[in-house]
């Protein structure tokens, strides 16, 4: 296993390129199984995800070759299996896109529950509404998530709630099923913008992606495309907060502005210098950041994936911060790991309430989950003296060479390994 060993205290200053978009990528790699050619995808971030997707498309008999780092060549056309097991979808949320992606493809999917971090309860009763809207037959048995359809159809499928993971596999589903299929209170994060523009590429028929309504007309065949990932709206918000925590100026290069606008927005709230270029942010920050006030939501709100590095940025406030988080139902475990540092942090249910401290202490910590890791990176980047993070595999998941571009910022940053013994300790 390995950490994280951080000596903070040093603004970070210098460019950092942001990588293609994990949340795209998880998406769009399972969607080339509705291919009936050869698929190239450009600009894939190289993550344990996707590498864990990679693997998986192997084993199901995709031909996966390697063009360059970040460009991959997928033939989907020797995929005979439609059964994806406990060891190819634990660790990772998105192996229940192979849902939508095998039931559009071969009406029949086999797929164990997904894993990935834990912020609490991810029923798949709204992934299971909408297949059966378009005819298939859901059942779980022994563990196994079951899909079958002799045909698909299209349908009307209301969303009771807005589910990123619920669009897009019915999005997956419809793109091949006869008729028309529209998904109300769809979600409208940039992803499902990249997956529909990545479909409609290889000839599908999907219009209103990014809006609520999402229409889908089947199409019979799909042909190969090559197609390049969006930049990472999440890894590109995540530095921004660190140059604002560590009083730095960072250009932040490839990226789409228009994707961090709720973010931007809550910078320039406490402080930050925020300057928007055609493909580029620079973020400059040089007092104590001001309190303020975030409750995450669905896209176009404030994202949940940047509610923890607001959370340490906060934690250092001049004031107090209350946080509410409208998302998921577990995500402040996070908090406990910074009150090891001298954070103030009380929680309340979904509500977080921080008193911002003049600095905080370094400490060893654990990462809880992908974003909180993160997160910890930047609460010992901003603090003086050596901090630890443990359960980097967390943080693997998500940041492509995370070390490396904190360091080109001038960050001291090392990837240590260390006795499993160690990393194995049981979190609060």
């Given at each position: 296993?390995?950490?994280?060993?951080?000596?903070?205290?040093?603004?970070?200053?210098?460019?950092?390129?942001?990588?293609?978009?994990?949340?795209?990528?998880?998406?769009?790699?399972?969607?080339?199984?509705?291919?009936?050619?050869?698929?190239?995808?450009?600009?894939?971030?190289?993550?344990?995800?996707?590498?864990?997707?990679?693997?998986?498309?192997?084993?199901?008999?995709?031909?996966?070759?390697?063009?360059?780092?970040?460009?991959?060549?997928?033939?989907?056309?020797?995929?005979?299996?439609?059964?994806?097991?406990?060891?190819?979808?634990?660790?990772?949320?998105?192996?229940?896109?192979?849902?939508?992606?095998?039931?559009?493809?071969?009406?029949?999917?086999?797929?164990a529950p997904p894993g990935g971090c834990d912020f609490g309860v991810r029923p798949i009763d709204l992934h299971i509404k909408g297949f059966e809207t378009l005819g298939a037959d859901v059942s779980i048995e022994n563990g196994m998530v079951e899909a079958h359809a002799e045909e698909l159809f299209g349908g009307s499928v209301y969303?009771?709630?807005?589910?990123?993971?619920?669009?897009?596999?019915?999005?997956?589903?419809?793109?091949?099923?006869?008729?028309?299929?529209?998904?109300?209170?769809?979600?409208?994060?940039?992803?499902?913008?990249?997956?529909?523009?990545?479909?409609?590429?290889?000839?599908?028929?999907?219009?209103?992606?990014?809006?609520?309504?999402?229409?889908?007309?089947?199409?019979?065949?799909?042909?190969?495309?090559?197609?390049?990932?969006?930049?990472?709206?999440?890894?590109?918000?995540?530095?921004?907060?660190?140059?604002?925590?560590?009083?730095?100026?960072?250009?932040?290069?490839?990226?789409?502005?228009?994707?961090?606008?709720?973010?931007?927005?809550?910078?320039?709230?406490?402080?930050?210098?925020?300057?928007?270029?055609?493909?580029?942010?620079?973020?400059?920050?040089?007092?104590?950041?001001?309190?303020?006030?975030?409750?995450?939501?669905?896209?176009?709100?404030?994202?949940?994936?940047?509610?923890?590095?607001?959370?340490?940025?906060?934690?250092?406030?001049?004031?107090?911060?209350?946080?509410?988080?409208?998302?998921?139902?577990?995500?402040?475990?996070?908090?406990?790991?910074?009150?090891?540092?001298?954070?103030?942090?009380?929680?309340?249910?979904?509500?977080?309430?921080?008193?911002?401290?003049?600095?905080?202490?370094?400490?060893?910590?654990?990462?809880?989950?992908?974003?909180?890791?993160?997160?910890?990176?930047?609460?010992?980047?901003?603090?003086?003296?050596?901090?630890?993070?443990?359960?980097?595999?967390?943080?693997?998941?998500?940041?492509?060479?995370?070390?490396?571009?904190?360091?080109?910022?001038?960050?001291?940053?090392?990837?240590?390994?260390?006795?499993?013994?160690?990393?194995n300790i049981k979190l609060a």
């Open positions: 296993m390995e950490k994280f060993v951080i000596n903070g205290g040093k603004p970070l200053k210098g460019t950092v390129k942001i990588s293609g978009a994990k949340n795209a990528a998880v998406a769009i790699l399972p969607a080339v199984l509705l291919s009936d050619e050869p698929c190239t995808i450009e600009n894939l971030p190289q993550i344990s995800d996707v590498q864990t997707l990679l693997e998986s498309l192997s084993t199901l008999g995709a031909d996966v070759k390697l063009i360059n780092k970040d460009t991959v060549r997928i033939d989907p056309r020797g995929v005979r299996s439609c059964l994806v097991t406990k060891e190819m979808a634990e660790g990772m949320r998105a192996s229940s896109y192979f849902l939508g992606a095998l039931l559009g493809r071969c009406k029949n999917a086999v797929v969303l009771d709630m807005v589910s990123v993971g619920a669009t897009i596999n019915i999005m997956l589903a419809a793109v091949k099923a006869k008729g028309l299929t529209v998904i109300e209170n769809a979600a409208r994060e940039p992803h499902i913008v990249d997956l529909a523009n990545f479909l409609n590429s290889m000839g599908a028929n999907i219009m209103g992606a990014g809006t609520s309504n999402i229409r889908i007309r089947g199409v019979e065949h799909l042909k190969g495309t090559t197609y390049s990932i969006i930049p990472d709206q999440i890894e590109a918000g995540t530095y921004m907060v660190a140059a604002v925590a560590t009083k730095g100026d960072v250009l932040i290069e490839n990226v789409i502005p228009k994707h961090l606008e709720s973010i931007i927005a809550k910078l320039v709230e406490v402080g930050a210098s925020v300057t928007e270029y055609d493909e580029s942010i620079r973020v400059k920050m040089t007092t104590r950041p001001k309190c303020c006030n975030i409750k995450t939501m669905p896209h176009p709100g404030f994202p949940t994936d940047m509610q923890p590095q607001f959370g340490v940025l906060l934690s250092v406030a001049d004031g107090t911060s209350v946080i509410n988080e409208g998302v998921w139902d577990n995500r402040y475990r996070y908090l406990d790991q910074l009150s090891s540092m001298r954070a103030q942090v009380r929680v309340d249910g979904k509500t977080a309430i921080i008193n911002g401290v003049e600095e905080l202490s370094p400490a060893a910590v654990s990462a809880v989950d992908l974003r909180a890791g993160a997160a910890l990176i930047i609460a010992g980047l901003m603090t003086k003296g050596e901090t630890s993070v443990g359960q980097i595999q967390y943080i693997d998941r998500g940041y492509e060479f995370i070390a490396e571009k904190f360091s080109a910022l001038g960050a001291d940053i090392k990837r240590v390994s260390v006795p499993d013994e160690v990393q």
